[in-house]
């Protein structure tokens, strides 16, 4: 009897597809908010900065599910090189969707002296404690600004991987993730 993992299991696939629509929408958001008048880049800014402590939050969860439960084997097909490359793209993606967060995070608190983070008008998260300092805060944003570009370059490497994977290497990787059921080769 086969016992290999062949797919992630439904929570480790409910937190990888939330937190890449948050990232996803978080990144359209803050283009949107770049090509605004400032009387109306907070109506962007909000959200943007609610979406990223939503996905801090998130992914300190999805650490904690991953510590605690199984995960698959490794494709048949896969070759050692890409499966290395993948867990560093992996603990790329855990490193940055905890660091731009807490950026963005640590930048509104320094900007604002300590003042906390809106959570879609429905509470407020307490800033980090930082005295108001505005040049720290832009070299903050700066840090935070080239983060989001790695990690929208990391993405797009994710997906053009799978996709090779998939229909290049014919390795049904994407029913890891919940798309299709993996018992063919496409």
């Not at 700066?142 to 799978?162: N, W």
Request: overall charge positive.
């Amino acid at each position: 009897m086969d016992t290999a993992i062949t797919r992630y299991a439904k929570g480790a696939i409910a937190f990888h597809w939330i937190i890449a629509a948050l990232v996803l929408a978080n990144y359209a958001l803050v283009q949107i908010a770049g090509n605004v008048d400032k009387a109306v880049k907070g109506v962007y800014v909000g959200p943007h900065k609610a979406i990223g402590i939503t996905i801090l939050f998130l992914t300190l969860l999805r650490i904690i599910w991953r510590l605690t439960h199984a995960r698959p084997d490794v494709a048949a097909g896969v070759k050692p090189w890409e499966a290395a490359l993948a867990k560093t793209a992996h603990a790329l993606f855990y490193i940055l969707l905890i660091s731009i967060p807490l950026t963005g995070w640590m930048m509104s608190s320094a900007a604002s002296g300590g003042g906390g983070v809106g959570w879609f008008g429905l509470f407020e998260i307490p800033g980090l404690p930082f005295a108001e300092n505005r040049p720290l805060a832009g070299e903050i944003y700066d840090f935070h600004k080239i983060m989001g570009q790695a990690m929208f370059v990391l993405i797009v490497l994710h997906i053009l991987g799978a996709l090779k994977h998939q229909f290049f290497d014919k390795v049904p990787v994407l029913a890891k993730m919940g798309l299709g059921d993996g018992s063919r080769n496409v």
